[in-house]
């Protein structure tokens, strides 16, 4: 059962830069998959704000932490080879 958030955009986009935040956390102490579940809770949180309703700073941000997820995933691949 998932947790109900309040409707206010400004409050759903402040909730995913937390989960953005965690993904950093996450991958400070080495836990990928949890950093993996962050960053989609944060992606799905944003892409439920309404149309006309986006950031381009957080966007950008999302961009960023799936960059930084993909490159620590191929990292970690390399090593386990």
């Not at 993904?23 to 102490?29: A, C, E, P, S, Y």
């Not at 080495?30 to 989609?40: G, K, L, M, V």
């Not at 941000?61 to 990292?75: A, C, F, G, W």
């Amino acid at each position: 059962m998932s947790f109900p958030l309040p409707q206010d955009v400004d409050f759903i986009k402040e909730v995913v830069g937390f989960w953005l935040d965690d993904v950093d956390d996450r991958l400070q102490i080495n836990q990928i998959t949890d950093a993996e579940h962050s960053w989609r809770t944060a992606n799905d949180l944003y892409l439920c704000l309404p149309a006309g309703c986006g950031d381009m700073e957080l966007e950008d941000r999302i961009y960023e932490k799936r960059v930084k997820l993909d490159n620590t995933y191929s990292t970690t691949n390399e090593n386990n080879l």
